[in-house]
């Protein structure tokens, strides 16, 4: 039988929500009313217009990237465990998304050598965050900092929520598209990692306006130095993607540059 033809932006939101791919997701409706409001200006019509707003919002999830893969056992965990004791369940979580399972490796020094630059921030907020939060454990002085998460995959943020209160850290979880409403509180120091390239291919000058509306000092930007293969450096290629962002802006930048992925560390 022909797919019936769905004739309004809001059945086809609906539509999108509610079919089994994004069920489970449960992300912010005004994300998928964005795509296909500006798809619609670009055009796009018809059975058209549903294919690209599937493909465009396949995209921005990554599926493709891993997720959690069942809810987190955290019953061998006594009350006061030191965090450092979540190392070895984390790193089996950080593993099941391939740019958490990328940044393993570099876990040891990655947070100290930024650190050494920003100094230890008291409040961070960690944007379009994945799985990352689940790295707190190997970060300097974790306990005493508070951490705010973004993301648009509820079901993520359900379990970073959980974790957070089993292991008694600062943090909380937003649930938000970071394009459409920048977050409004004001922190030490914002991360930004290994997203920044699929936002501009979503809206092309949109972090300059994200950057531009946070309010933070310390702005770390980070970005893969390779392709998902491994077959191709794209580190000069991120580094201008990262220059024309901040052109004409005299914001200071350090590069930090890890064995595959570049930190922009941005002082506002
Ligand atoms: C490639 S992962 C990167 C995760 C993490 N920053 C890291 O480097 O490990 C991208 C994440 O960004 C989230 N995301 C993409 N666009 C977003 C937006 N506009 N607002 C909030 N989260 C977003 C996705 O849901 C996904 O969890």
């Known amino acids: 039988m022909a797919k019936k033809l769905i004739d309004s932006p809001e059945k086809l939101a609906d539509e999108v929500l509610s079919s089994p791919k994004y069920r489970r997701m449960k992300l912010p409706r005004e994300t998928v009313m964005n795509i296909i409001h500006q798809l619609q200006e670009d055009g796009w019509k018809g059975s058209d217009l549903d294919r690209q707003v599937r493909l465009k919002l396949h995209h921005l999830t990554a599926p493709y990237l891993g997720d959690l893969q069942e809810e987190v056992d955290y019953s061998g965990f006594g009350k006061n465990e030191p965090l450092a004791a979540y190392q070895p369940l984390c790193s089996a979580l950080l593993a099941q998304h391939t740019s958490t399972r990328e940044r393993l490796q570099l876990l040891e020094t990655f947070y100290a050598r930024l650190f050494e630059i920003t100094g230890k921030p008291g409040k961070i ?15 300097p002085g974790a306990e005493t900092i508070e951490y ?18 089993h292991t008694g850290l600062k943090g909380t979880v937003h649930l ?61 290629l991120h580094r201008r993607l990262i220059a024309s962002i901040l052109s004409g802006l005299s914001w200071p930048v350090t590069e930090v540059l890890f064995s595959n992925e570049v930190v922009f560390v941005i002082r506002k």
Request: hydrophobic share 45%; charged share 25%.
């Open 176 to 236: 938000q598209d970071i394009l459409l409403q920048a977050p409004g509180e004001s922190a030490d120091a914002v991360f930004l990692f290994k997203e920044i390239h699929r936002m501009e291919d979503r809206k092309k000058g949109s972090v300059r306006g994200l950057l531009e509306a946070l309010q933070a000092p310390w702005l770390l930007v980070s970005l893969p130095t390779r392709n998902l293969t491994g077959s191709r450096n794209l580190l000069d």
């Open 148 to 165: 705010h998460a973004y993301d648009i995959i509820e079901p993520r943020l359900t379990q970073i929520e959980r974790f957070f209160t």
């Open 125 to 139: 907020l960690d944007l379009a965050c994945g799985l990352n939060p689940f790295s707190l454990p190997w970060m």
